[in-house]
């Protein structure tokens, strides 16, 4: 069964959220802006900078994501295991980034195979429900203070073409302290799958409210033949921080 690409429709406008009470180990968040000082990167990362943009306010809405989907990033943005690593070596622990795991051991699992010339050994040998590839690209940068930075990433993966097949992209936000990766978070993402006679379709966007606050909304569609079973949303917000990415 073809895996369904639907459009992203797009969300209603979502009221902002306001906390008055700050926790006692958010004490350290800071009003950030952003900065037009020389910030400092990783040193395995630093022949891959000039396609790491910078993009001041960045954020994925329906339109953004769709476009991000639509085209494949060029050859020039892909990371080597090296660089995924340092990126990716300290992962958030939320439930919409920690299954971003797997598809990081399959990452260099495959890598491993694309260099040694087993990979197309590695296809053939493809059963249902199984990765058949994952690739990793650079998209830019936010820099919100000389010490204090996100790296945008990205990362896409596709299965085996036959039922239960599936293929997505997931957008990761690597936050840069002082020069070293502080922790990544999954900051948008767009998943397809099919399992006939079940299709679903889910997807995240974001933005940064007022220049510290990362807002996530997760919306899932599953459909049945022609029946909708599930149409569910959620919104996820977390303070940008120097100590990583503290959950509201």
């Not at 990362?214 to 100590?243: G, W």
Request: charged fraction near 25%; proline fraction near 4%; include cysteine.
């Amino acid at each position: 069964m073809r895996i369904l690409k639907n459009i992203i429709p797009v969300l209603p406008l979502l009221m902002l959220v306001s906390c008055s009470e700050t926790a006692p180990e958010e004490e350290a968040v800071q009003q950030l802006s952003f900065s037009q000082k020389a910030m400092s990167y990783p040193k395995s990362l630093e022949d891959k900078m000039e396609y790491f943009p910078k993009k001041d306010n960045y954020a994925i809405d329906s339109l953004r994501l769709t476009q991000m989907w639509s085209h494949l990033p060029g050859d020039g943005t892909m990371l080597t295991p090296k660089q995924v690593r340092e990126l990716s070596g300290k992962m958030n622990r939320d439930d919409l980034t920690t299954p971003n795991q797997y598809y990081l051991n399959d990452f260099h699992k495959i890598s491993a195979l694309k260099q040694s010339g087993k990979y197309q050994q590695y296809v053939d040998s493809l059963d249902i429900g199984m990765v058949r590839d994952v690739n990793c690209f650079a998209i830019g940068r936010m820099e919100f203070s000389d010490s204090l930075a996100i790296m945008i990433w990205q990362l896409r993966y596709n299965s085996y073409e036959a039922c239960p097949a599936f293929e997505g992209m997931n957008v990761i936000g690597s936050l840069i302290v002082g020069g070293e990766v502080k922790r990544s978070i999954q900051l948008a993402a767009y998943e397809t799958s099919a399992d006939a006679p079940v299709s679903s379709e889910t997807y995240q966007l974001m933005r940064i409210i007022d220049g510290k606050i990362l807002e996530r909304r997760e919306h899932v569609r599953v459909m049945e033949m022609e029946e909708m079973v599930e149409d569910s949303h959620r919104i996820h917000l977390n303070h940008i921080t120097t100590q990583g990415y503290i959950k509201l």
